[in-house]
């Protein structure tokens, strides 16, 4: 009986740490506004421990293809879908992460960013700040699952 117990402990610390991991930044996700409104979704990648995310679809009430017309430099008048809006992204502790870039391609504006997983890793919290981190406003992402 006495020999058991090491393997039960390895089963629940291999399944303790498959739930751990299973959450982290990458996939797709649906972001929202400040008022919580729904934006268009962002596709999350990882590339040796740096993390980026790209435009992937807009919402499908819009219209009309969106350009980045507030944008400066090379981004500028660039279609949004396929543009990099969070670059150079790495993991800081289990389930934050902080990045040099994120884009409002809205005001054409950069910032720097903290993204925080939450909810088992289903929400994501996007604070983007200049300078002083509590200068900064918090978005609510939402992870998309089956294509929603």
Known sequence: MQKSH????????????????????????????DEGQPTGYIHITAEQGVYKGVIEKVLQTDQEEKFCTACKGERKDKRLIGMTVLKEVVKKGEGSYEGAEILDPFSGNTYRVILKLKEAGQILDVRAYVGIRLLGKTQTWRRVQNGQ
């Open 6 to 33: 090491p393997i039960i402990l390895l089963g629940l610390g291999l399944l303790f740490s498959c739930h751990v991991f299973a959450h982290d930044l990458t996939g797709l996700w649906k972001a929202h506004n």
